[in-house]
Nanobody, 119 residues
Framework: QVQLVESGGGLAQPGGSLRLSCVAS????????MGWYRQVPGKRRELVAA???????HYGTPVSGRFIISRGDAKSTVFLQMNKLEFGDTGVYYC?????????????WGQGTQVTVST
C-alpha cells in the first residue's frame, strides 16, 4: 500500500501563486506515476497534472502553461507549482499515485487540500 500526504493549499488572489507538496510512503518502489487532481462540488474529479517515474509530464488543458509539476530528489515526493491562479482553480486538490503490483494497477489518493482563489 501507499500513503499520500498533501500540504500547501490555502488562499490566494487571482494572478497569485501557490505550491502544493505530496509525500508518499509505503510501497514507493511500485509507483509508476504521481499526479494531482482537483474537484469542486457537483463536478467530476479532473486531472490537473501528472508525472511518470521517467519524468514525463502531462497537464490538463485548463492549467497548461500556468502550472508546473515536478518531483523531488526522492522519488516519493511531487510538487505542483501553481502560477497565474484564476477563480476557476478553486477546489480540493488530491494527490494521486498509480501503483503497480505485477500486472495490476491501483490508484491511491491523499486526503485532499483546499485551494481557494478569491479577492
Amino acid at each position: 500500500q501507499v500513503q499520500l500526504v498533501e500540504s500547501g493549499g490555502g488562499l490566494a488572489q487571482p494572478g497569485g501563486s501557490l505550491r502544493l507538496s505530496c509525500v508518499a510512503s509505503g510501497d514507493i518502489d511500485n509507483i509508476n506515476a504521481m499526479g494531482w487532481y482537483r474537484q469542486v462540488p457537483g463536478k467530476r474529479r479532473e486531472l490537473v497534472a501528472a508525472i511518470t517515474f521517467l519524468n514525463n509530464t502531462h497537464y490538463g488543458t485548463p492549467v497548461s502553461g500556468r502550472f508546473i509539476i515536478s518531483r523531488g530528489d526522492a522519488k516519493s515526493t511531487v510538487f505542483l507549482q501553481m502560477n497565474k491562479l484564476e477563480f476557476g482553480d478553486t477546489g480540493v486538490y488530491y494527490c494521486n499515485a498509480e501503483v503497480q503490483y505485477g500486472l495490476v494497477l491501483t490508484d491511491y489518493w491523499g486526503q485532499g487540500t483546499q485551494v481557494t482563489v478569491s479577492t
